[in-house]
């Protein structure tokens, strides 16, 4: 028998919120600090079923309403309904009727309307998405609007005749939470020291999507180092357990983290329907719910225990995971058609519109520093206190190791601090901001790192934000791109090589930058050097997308494919070699393109997968693209903007040069510095000491071509970049100490692949004390001692 438990405590219960088994029952708690009735509701079933069981919890001081039942099975589904000032609740009314209606919001812009069920926003899962196919057997995502709009002529929602959209009653539709407890066991945290990470970003979806997923064992079995990498299951592609069988993959690779783009529960249809696609997740409907999509098992509480056996599955080999989290707005959307009246919420929105969103004076929600409809308002304590707790159920419980926040800079406003329409005043960013410092002081008590997108529409506060938080480094970005296709940018450069320090000097140390060159928005890698302009308005499977920068920084290397892969190399290398932290992207390390769509955020394609195809072959763009083929249309291509390298056939030369990098950097503590250097030569720490290349000065703007010491205690690395047109002659001074020598350990430019580039620790040729640089290239010697070999030595 379902039961209410000693409703009499309920007022003064202090239960947390969200809904949490216990042995005498389950309790529920939700925030609702305007309302004046919320009303609980036991569902049996998610789509197509009225409430069972319904229960009237009681409101606490705190603004928080709390219920304890009793009998409920786990896996049972709940909803809520509210009343608020603007649709007080009257005996007369019945689910589906306007009865005690008085406005569509009331004198602080909340949305109160029982007709519309909302579920929990602490909920751990839920049940679908607004925009599920499943949601078409028993209406449209339509009927989550409210306002006073007539609608449903024809009956698409059941209604035998136009009825306003704010009466319609959402029972059927709207999606429910669950409740779950989960004992799945975690391996423990590796707890990595923050400068040795390389991430990865990725989506789970794009990791093992594409179908030469369930042959990447045979694909590796060639490649060195690969060997415990296995073939994924089918049933399991794009999922968090084929995610979690890539950690041998990854950590072969070189990887120590990969950042998984939201995983959070969002909207989309799972068929890509035309306008409901989200293929990057970036609309979250939920922040303590995983992505059901993304889960192989999707029983209740499938996606829960699937998540954990996935970060397991990292941990096992010493690798992080990180998430993307989205806490600048949410997938509830803003005013429908800019109607004031009109919206779509199905949770936080229809229980505290005023405390979670940012509004104007007439109350429309704005969507500004986001362009992505309602912005969340950081001024409220209900708000801040929302974030913390998603972050730390899924720091304690979900076991993750740090997070990238989307667009963190709406996390450092103050809206209420400021008349809503004072743009100027709006758009002030506090470095000290409650929220900010208080993520900074919960990340040093658990060990994790938390990474800000340190910008926004209304701001670029890269090195602004507290002491403790990492950042994506877009300065970094921008003057390697420039200075890597000639522009001689070369102060900038320079100084982001060696970690940034005006901007990060005082952020907790180097590896607070986080380094990139491309990510998960803009062109990837190889198509960088491939295109002058995006790609966008292509057709499917590579397009169409809206959106995406024009100012992308980037040179198609004059159409010459080798240049291309030299290209490439070049960017692994300054990216690898630099000081702090060093991001790339999914399908960087063998050459994935996009054929120039520089936003392809909402595309549902398999185009936009890791296709390990390209690995075991010198011809990466001539692959299938893995999409059937449709009679009388011509078959999707890659474009061919690598060509072929010139190595043995059956092998990347990308794959196996970035490998080579990356683990590189993985065994040297001079590649991993959370401290800068003091420039002086030879001393305790690592200095970054920059020539011209004659070794006789120091680079000035304008420079093309430099050389770099990276002088450490151990071996020192120089290196010799050459971003001109023309070959470079460098002189560099013998080695200080007696019985050293420097060996070439990696070449960039063309002549060197059939060596895949590079040349294994102590096995390169003993180099002499000049050298001549090719055009576009980078050459990096390495200083060991040394050990005479049958290596011969270089006389250039």
């Given amino acids: 028998m379902v039961i209410a438990l000693d409703e009499t405590t309920w007022t003064t219960a202090e239960w947390p919120l969200g809904a949490h088994p216990s042995a005498e029952g389950i309790t529920f708690a939700v925030y609702a600090p305007a309302a004046t009735r919320v009303q609980l509701e ?48 009257v005996e007369t009314w019945t689910p589906g009727t306007e009865d005690g209606f008085i406005a569509d919001l009331d004198e602080q812009g909340n949305r109160f309307n029982p007709n519309k069920v909302l579920f929990d926003p602490y909920a751990r899962e839920v049940t679908h998405n607004v925009y599920s196919d499943k949601i078409l057997d028993h209406g449209t995502d339509g009927a989550f609007g409210t306002g006073g709009d007539l609608v449903d002529p024809d009956g698409e929602l059941g209604a035998a005749e136009p009825v306003t959209r704010r009466s319609i009653d959402t029972a059927a539709l709207a999606p429910k939470g669950v409740v779950i407890t989960d004992a799945t066991p ?15 970003e990725t989506s789970v979806q794009q990791l093992t999507g594409h179908p030469s997923a369930v042959r990447l064992g045979d694909l590796l079995a060639s490649e060195p180092g690969f060997e415990a990498v ?14 979690g069988m890539m950690a041998p993959y990854l950590k072969a690779l070189g990887i120590t983290t990969v950042e998984l783009l939201p995983i959070h529960q969002t909207n989309a249809s799972e068929s890509a329907r035309q306008g409901l696609t989200n293929a990057w ?7 303590f719910a ?112 740090g997070f990238r926040f989307d667009l963190a ?100 140390g180097a590896h607070k930058s986080i380094n990139f060159v491309n990510a998960h928005d803009g062109f990837n890698m190889v198509d960088l050097v491939s295109y002058q302009e995006k790609n966008n308005g292509q057709l499917f499977p590579f397009g169409p997308s809206d959106g995406g920068s024009d100012n992308n920084l980037s040179w198609d290397s004059g159409g010459d494919q080798a240049l291309r892969r030299q290209r490439v190399r070049n960017l692994w290398t300054i990216l690898f070699l630099s000081r702090g932290v060093p991001m790339i992207v999914a399908g960087d390390e063998f050459g994935r393109t996009q ?133 470079v002659d460098f002189t560099i001074p013998a080695p200080r100490q007696p019985g050293l020598v420097r060996r070439r350990l990696i070449d960039t430019g063309s002549w060197a692949e059939p060596a895949h580039n590079y040349w294994l620790e102590g096995e390169g040729m003993i180099m002499g004390e000049t050298a001549t640089v090719e055009p576009w290239s980078i050459v990096v010697w390495q200083e060991v001692p040394h050990e005479p070999r049958d290596v011969p030595v270089w006389k250039d």
Wanted: with cysteine.
């Fill in 409 to 508: 800079t709406v996390l450092g406003r103050k809206p209420d601090d400021a008349h809503p329409d004072d743009w100027a005043r709006q758009k002030r960013f506090f470095t000290d901001h409650p929220l900010l410092v208080e993520i900074a002081d919960f990340a040093k008590q658990e060990r994790i790192e938390v990474i800000a997108e340190a910008w926004d529409l209304w701001g670029y506060e890269v090195g602004n934000f507290p002491r403790g938080w990492g950042e994506w480094n877009g300065r970094y970005r921008d003057a390697v791109r420039r200075f890597s296709k000639g522009d001689g940018n070369t102060i900038d450069f320079l100084d982001m090589v060696n970690g940034d320090y005006h901007h990060f000097h005082d952020s907790g």
């Fill in 186 to 200: 975690v391996v423990a945290k590796p707890r990595l020291p923050g400068e040795k990470a390389a991430i990865y």
């Fill in 230 to 243: 296995q073939n994924i299951p089918n049933e399991v592609r794009g999922t968090y357990k084929g995610a």
């Fill in 290 to 401: 995983p992505n059901r999509e993304y889960s192989a098992d999707q029983s209740h509480g499938g996606p829960t225990r699937e998540f954990k056996e996935m970060v397991s599955a990292f941990h096992a080999v010493g690798m992080e995971v990180y998430l993307d989290v989205v806490y600048n707005h949410t997938a509830e959307g803003g005013n429908w058609h800019g109607d004031v009246n009109t919206t779509g919420f199905t949770s936080l929105g229809g229980f505290a519109t005023a405390e979670y969103y940012q509004m104007n004076s007439d109350f429309i929600i704005i969507d500004g520093a986001t362009g992505s409809t309602n912005q969340m308002n950081y001024s409220s304590t209900a708000a801040r206190t929302l974030v913390l707790d998603s972050l730390r159920y899924w720091t304690q419980e979900m076991m993750v190791d």
């Fill in 595 to 727: 054929n120039g769509n520089n936003n392809p955020w909402s595309l549902d394609s398999v185009a936009m997968l890791n296709n390990y195809d390209m690995i075991p072959t010198a011809s990466p763009h001539l692959v299938p693209v893995g999409v059937p083929e449709v009679p009388g249309l011509q078959p999707a291509a890659y474009h061919d903007n690598l060509g072929t390298f010139d190595n043995q056939d059956g092998v990347n030369g990308l794959f196996r040069f970035a490998t080579f990098l990356a683990n590189l950097r993985q065994r040297h503590e001079s590649l991993q510095q959370r401290a800068w250097g003091d420039l002086i030569p030879d001393n305790r720490d690592v200095s970054y000491l920059f020539h011209n290349p004659s070794g006789e000065g120091h680079p000035v703007e304008g420079d093309r071509a430099m050389s770099i010491c990276i002088n450490s205690p151990g071996d020192d690395f120089w290196v010799l970049v050459n971003m001109a047109d023309a070959p």
């Fill in 42 to 89: 036991i569902y049996p079933e998610a789509l197509g079923a009225s409430a069972s069981h319904t229960f009237l919890p009681a409101k606490g001081e705190d603004g928080i309403w709390r219920a304890n039942v009793q009998g409920l099975p786990l896996g049972a589904l709940y909803g809520y309904r509210v009343w608020g000032p603007n649709w007080p609740y």
């Fill in 281 to 287: 997740g970036y609309m979250t409907l939920s922040f």
